[in-house]
């Protein structure tokens, strides 16, 4: 199952420059993104998202682009902070068949490692 | 803030054995879930649950495992015999809403589960 994929498994950026994460989907139906952000042994935290009927979210230093037409999307952490070192998630929510409750699609996560 | 409460945070067991994760969601939250994520693989949805029935499964989410939500406040995942594919870390989720409620769902730390 490859519908979300992450094809960067890690990304090292300097403290203050940008992060710019991707993340690529293979099905129309999805109608819904998330990024999530993750450290060892805790659960994912909810960062950000966007519905399908946008192609901008912005919410402090994240914002979340989408291009429908290229099925990808993109999180820009804009200053980095050394607190922003952990594994980001991109999700994904489909209506399958008029009805969805509700269920994500997760992409592998990429590592970010911010350096001071 | 509020939280999803997970427990035990680690759990090791025997395989064969039966084992029963629990959690307790936001008490205002009407949809469940719970996804599991095997070490160094991506996080996969398993169940979601509402109005007292499983609303959606995945392929994974076979006879072996069952959710119930025994009284108004817990929400448990159960696997009758486990296996040792079985290990991984189990996420319980809820959301306020289900397909037509855009938000982030809040997940829990995770159980760690562990077949010997």
């Known amino acids: 199952d490859q519908q979300v994929k992450q094809n960067s498994p890690s990304l090292s950026v300097q403290e203050g420059r940008i992060s710019i994460l991707n993340c690529d989907y293979t099905?129309?139906?999805?109608?819904?993104f998330l990024w999530y952000k993750k450290y060892p042994a805790e659960g994912p935290t909810f960062l950000i998202s966007i519905s399908s009927i946008k192609d901008k979210n912005e919410d402090g230093r994240f914002t979340v682009f989408l291009n429908k037409s290229a099925k990808h999307l993109s999180l820009h952490i804009v200053p980095s902070q050394p607190g922003d070192s952990a594994v980001y998630f991109c999700a994904a929510r489909a209506i399958t068949g008029g009805t969805s409750y509700g269920k994500l699609t997760f992409g592998q996560g990429t590592i970010l490692t911010v350096h001071p | 803030e509020p939280e999803v409460t997970q427990t035990p945070s680690h759990q090791v067991t025997q395989m064969g054995q039966e084992v029963i994760l629990r959690c307790v969601p936001i008490s205002n939250h009407l949809y469940f879930y719970w996804y599991r994520q095997i070490l160094g693989q991506k996080v996969e949805f398993l169940v979601s649950f509402y109005n007292n029935e499983i609303s959606e499964k995945s392929e994974i989410f076979d006879d072996q495992f069952s959710v119930e939500r025994p009284d108004g406040s817990n929400f448990t995942l159960k696997i009758r015999s486990t296996k040792l594919e079985d290990s991984a870390m189990y996420f319980c989720a809820s959301s306020e809403g289900g397909a037509w409620f855009n938000y982030g769902y809040t997940f829990g730390s995770g159980t760690r589960l562990t077949v010997v």
């Open positions: 099905n129309s139906m999805f109608d819904y």
